[in-house]
């Protein structure tokens, strides 16, 4: 199969097997990761250090940063694109970035329990939380235990999941104002 068969095949939305050649080819490569962005997963070596391949990649699905070169896992544009897409993408990112708020801040606004993956000090910060538990209540419980017997929190996590309210601290299951967003 040449490279313009491959690239026609690809954008009609094709599932093909790429031989080796192909999986080389930078156009090739792109047209596939733009199909869908885990297809990363097929590229050689050489494209999964290819700053404008990982981009499409994970602009399409911020899951492909799994498939990346480690180098581009610490790149700042590169894992911000991919947590703003899929915030559990934080996971695959490299350990430096796990502690920049701004990323953390993207990926739990995406998803909640991105913040698992979040160095210990942002789980300590409280607007990060917030915007945590917001997307996803259960994400209560990866922030830093202090954040169970916070009210403003608290309140949030259970609009966002009734189901959390066992999972907040005693003292406040049985708040007023808790257990009236409870009924809502």
């Not at 080389?24 to 050689?44: P, R, T």
């Not at 538990?133 to 169970?148: E, H, K, P, R």
């Not at 608290?154 to 999972?167: C, E, M, S, T």
């Amino acid at each position: 199969m040449t490279k313009e068969e491959a690239i026609e095949m690809i954008n009609k939305g094709h599932i093909i097997k790429l031989d080796e050649a192909l999986r080389k080819d930078k156009d090739v490569m792109l047209a596939y990761v733009l199909q869908k962005g885990v297809n990363l997963a097929f590229a050689d070596e050489t494209l999964k250090k290819d700053k404008d391949v990982v981009m499409a990649a994970v602009q399409n699905r911020g899951f492909a940063l799994r498939f990346a070169n480690q180098s581009l896992k610490n790149d700042r544009e590169i894992v911000l694109s991919a947590v703003s897409n899929n915030g559990q993408a934080l996971i695959d990112a490299d350990d430096s970035l796990k502690s920049d708020r701004q990323i953390v801040l993207a990926a739990v606004t995406n998803n909640g329990l991105a913040l698992g993956a979040a160095a210990q000090s942002l789980k300590n910060d409280r607007e990060i939380v917030l915007s945590a538990v917001a997307n996803n209540g259960f994400a209560i419980n990866l922030a830093d235990q202090s954040f169970l017997k916070d009210k403003e929190i608290a309140i949030a996590a259970v609009k966002n999941n009734p189901d959390v309210l066992g999972f907040i601290d005693e003292s406040l299951q049985n708040d007023n104002d808790i257990l009236e967003v409870c009924k809502k």
